[in-house]
């Protein structure tokens, strides 16, 4: 009997495994640390966390480029060969309810969960496509691009509080993203003999959880920073935001651009009227 040649996937399983665990740490999981960074500075500081985004945007057209190789496509790679790696497996908490298969099994499942997360995040917050046509008849009516990154913090935190479901599963997703992250470090250790022994398996179990932890925590505090903003803060920041692109604008630092501008927020509208009012006045 003649058996089948083996697939692309089997032959390179080794370097393909290797390319998975790799690519869980950098780019992405270095980059996940950026951006729940960067987001957790709007809690104390909505100002420092605009100027943030406008530097993020201050690369132009080579950031959708930089976006693509360095975020995007890493993680296609890495959740679609996550699910293959899944599809193989074979849990056995049941027979076996070690910590390790436990660890195992929760690594698949917030995998899954992360990659849904990120997908709706990102429809979410940037509608995954910028083309018009898109954005405002599919979209919009979808409550997706919500997010405006010259009004970074305002349009944020509306998107944040359109319904209580909205920080729940930003809450979940975090957890299951960081949780993902950390014990893949662990694993990546471990796949990559840097950790061998169960001593040093054990010191590198502990440094997990507790960096688990630490970047829970700071994604919570961007959840909570956008949605236990005031309405009255929002306006504010919002005509801070204005200010800021505004200037940067007329001094050419940033170009002119509807779509990272939102004018759809009620705040802007407010402000036309008041404008409106003030000038009517003065007629």
Do not use: C
């Amino acid at each position: 009997m003649v058996s089948s040649a083996p697939s692309f996937l089997q032959r390179n399983e080794f370097l393909l495994r290797r390319l998975h665990s790799l690519t869980g740490l950098i780019p992405i999981g270095a980059y996940m640390v950026v951006h729940l960074s960067v987001n957790a500075s709007v809690f104390g500081s909505p100002r420092l966390f605009q100027r943030l985004v406008f530097h993020i945007h201050s690369l132009g057209p080579l950031l959708p480029l930089v976006e693509w190789s360095l975020i995007f496509l890493p993680i296609i790679f890495h959740a679609v060969y996550g699910l293959i790696i899944t599809k193989d497996g074979n849990p056995n908490t049941q027979s076996y309810p070690y910590n390790s298969n436990f660890r195992y099994t929760m690594q698949r499942a917030t995998g899954l969960i992360a990659f849904l997360f990120i997908a709706w995040h990102v429809f979410h917050m940037h509608g995954w496509i910028h083309a018009s046509f898109w954005v405002n008849n599919i979209a919009h009516p979808l409550f997706g691009a919500q997010f405006s990154p010259y009004n970074a913090a305002s349009s944020g935190a509306e998107a944040m509080q359109a319904s209580i479901i909205v920080p729940i599963l930003y809450g979940i997703g975090v957890l299951a993203a960081t949780f993902h992250f950390t014990n893949g470090l662990f694993t990546f250790g471990i796949t990559w003999g840097f950790w061998i022994s169960a001593k040093a398996q054990e010191k590198a179990k502990m440094v997990a959880n507790v960096l688990f932890v630490l970047l829970a925590v700071v994604g919570m505090t961007s959840i909570v920073g956008l949605y236990s903003m005031s309405q009255e803060k929002i306006a504010e920041v919002r005509k801070e935001e204005d200010k800021a692109y505004e200037l940067l604008v007329e001094t050419g630092d940033i170009v002119p651009n509807d779509h990272k501008h939102s004018k759809e927020s009620k705040y802007y509208h407010a402000e036309e009227s008041d404008d409106a009012a003030k000038a009517e006045s003065k007629r």
